[in-house]
């Protein structure tokens, strides 16, 4: 157990819909990430939070939105949903704000279909 | 621009042979290199990291890492596969220069047969 936990494990909506993630990090951790896992893009890093700011931002569409709240959990939002994005969401969290320095502990992860 | 490939998306070995899973990457700076192991259902779960010193880092579960800056490759071995080694196995890497961006390869999956 990584501690890091995300809820909900699935969820099935359809195509122009809105759906939000939540991610709460281990005990003690400010960092925040989110990665979106399909077949086609392999493990790709949407954005990062640390102590509820935006300190990095990846591959992540304008669609999708996240941000992070005093109590340190992360929601990531996504809008106007496609078949395309349909995928794995992980979140993970670190102490630190350098991956380099603190590795990163993942979630189990969100399972999106829309159809 | 970093980068990660892992050559061979699926390996197979029989149990108590050696594991061997290749990683080859490219920084412009000093990387810190990382697996990352996958079971089905499951998030990543961290197995080694390197970033600096010893360049033979020894992980979770009997794995090992090399890294050769030469060669831009940091391998993954483990003398003996056991079943419960069937998994998929990520390289990643990143560096001071990367803005906290952790860049993955495209994964491994190896299979363990009896």
């Known amino acids: 157990d990584s501690g890091v936990t995300q809820t909900p494990k699935h969820l099935i909506t359809a195509t122009g819909q809105r759906v939000t993630l939540r991610c709460s990090p281990r005990s003690g951790d400010l960092s925040v990430y989110w990665y979106q896992q399909s077949l086609d893009q392999g493990l790709q890093f949407l954005i990062q939070y640390y102590n509820g700011e935006e300190r990095a931002k990846g591959n992540i569409l304008e669609r999708f939105s996240a941000q992070q709240f005093p109590d340190l959990h992360s929601e990531l939002n996504l809008s106007s949903l496609e078949l395309g994005d349909s995928a794995l969401y992980f979140c993970?969290?670190?102490?630190?704000?350098?991956?380099?320095?603190?590795?990163?502990?993942f979630g189990n992860g969100t399972r999106l279909t829309v159809t | 621009a970093q980068s990660v490939t892992q050559l061979g998306s699926h390996v197979s070995v029989s149990e108590g042979a050696l594991v061997l899973l290749r990683c080859n990457y490219s920084?412009?700076?000093?990387?810190?290199l990382f697996w990352y192991v996958q079971y089905p259902n499951q998030g990543l779960q961290l197995l080694l990291k390197?970033?600096?010193?010893?360049?033979l880092v020894k992980g979770i579960n009997g794995f090992e890492a090399e890294f050769k800056k030469s060669e831009t490759s940091f391998h993954l071995t483990k003398p003996s596969a056991h079943m419960s080694d069937a998994a998929e196995y990520f390289c990643a890497v990143t560096d001071n220069n990367a803005g906290n961006m952790l860049t993955f390869g495209g994964g491994t999956r190896l299979m363990v047969k009896p």
């Open positions: 993970a969290s670190s102490v630190a704000g350098s991956t380099g320095n603190s590795p990163l502990h």
């Open positions: 390197y970033t600096t010193g010893a360049t």
């Open positions: 920084s412009s700076v000093p990387p810190y």
